[in-house]
């Protein structure tokens, strides 16, 4: 079996993930902050070293400041729920995941005005477009780092250029290069950084968080749930400290072991050496393809503009066909369809059946990827 799919999920993990959850539901399993005997403490300790963990990969000066969530969604959708009013305008791109595109579709229709910005065919933004389309009620730039479809990164540095010089709120949504792609909230200009855990941080699912930024007052972001923390049980309001401003309830304590593990194998093993490894591999599978005919490759060819993620079509073959035919002939999976991304298929002009994804990871290999461009030509012939 050839897995590139990561886009979705990674897989597999690497194994101390699976022997950190395992150490956590056999030596710890406590509940973290709500007891003060040992194993509570120690729980509580782990949850603590993967938010400075995180914080040395997102260059995060208070590690305090990486909330926990579930998801990147979770943590999206607390971002703009939490910060924007009816009246606040909003720019986003043609080249956004459901994630982004929902919770402020929902808004829009409580009062937001909302700009879409279009993308080039290859999925790319220019900078200048944000700039032109500001007004003056506008509040937050929302954009993936990455696409999911395409493997586009967008222009995210610059466009923290433009947030600062109007002083403007940018949300990112690092769910496709957390871990990936080098992240640095000062340099790039990024005040929240929503992640997840599970794909090129190589934790578990059910895991992820919000990195939020010096400039980013809590007091204005309204959490998305209330409830016990642990911390001033004496009080019936929330606290208004962070993190447990935003972390209610029991944490998935298993799963941040779990992504703690990850994050250590990915700051051990460097962001940089994991993308040029990634890299090499795209590229390699991006020149096989475009010698095959009948192909139709979307997203840009150089490496600087992406990350290890693309999106083809084959003339003549659905998406869905094409991708059923990978697994059972040769047992590569993938994924076809609109990626939850329908606004990016807009702009590529494949929606509604959409395109044949391949993403690849940390473990796969350059015979994986000969092996999958052998299995295209089998097709297109």
Sequence with gaps: ???FDNPATSWPKPPRVKEAMNRFMEEVGANPGRSGHSLSIEAARIIYEA?????????????????????ATESLNLAVKGLLKPLDHVITSSMEHNSVMRPLRHLEKMGIELSILSCSKEGILNPREVEKNLRPNTKMIVLNHASNVTGTLLPVREVGKVARKYRLLFLVDAAQTAGAYPIDLEQDGIDLLAFTGHK???????TGGLAIGENVNIQDLTPLKQG???????????????????ESGTPNSVGIAGLLAGV????????????QNEIALINKLIMGLKKIPRIKLYGPERQED????????????SPSEGAYRLEREFGILCRPGLHCAPAA???????????????LGAFNTEEEVETA?????????
Excluded at 200 to 206: A, M
Excluded at 373 to 381: D, E, G, Y
């Design 1 to 3: 079996m050839i897995y």
């Design 51 to 71: 938010r400075e963990a995180l914080s040395v990969l997102f260059h995060v000066k208070d590690s305090s400041r990486i909330i926990f969530t579930l998801n």
């Design 200 to 206: 090129s941080l190589y934790g578990p699912q059910g």
């Design 228 to 246: 016990g923390t642990g911390s001033r049980s004496e009080f019936e309001e929330q606290p208004d400290f962070l993190p447990d401003r935003f």
């Design 264 to 275: 250590q194998f990915v700051l051990e093993k460097g962001v940089e050496q994991i993308r």
């Design 306 to 317: 992406r990350i290890a993620t693309l999106s083809f079509n084959v003339n003549g073959i």
């Design 345 to 359: 298929h807009h702009t590529l002009g494949t929606f509604p059946e959409g395109t044949i994804r391949f993403g």
């Design 373 to 381: 461009l052998q299995a295209v030509s089998v097709i297109c012939k």
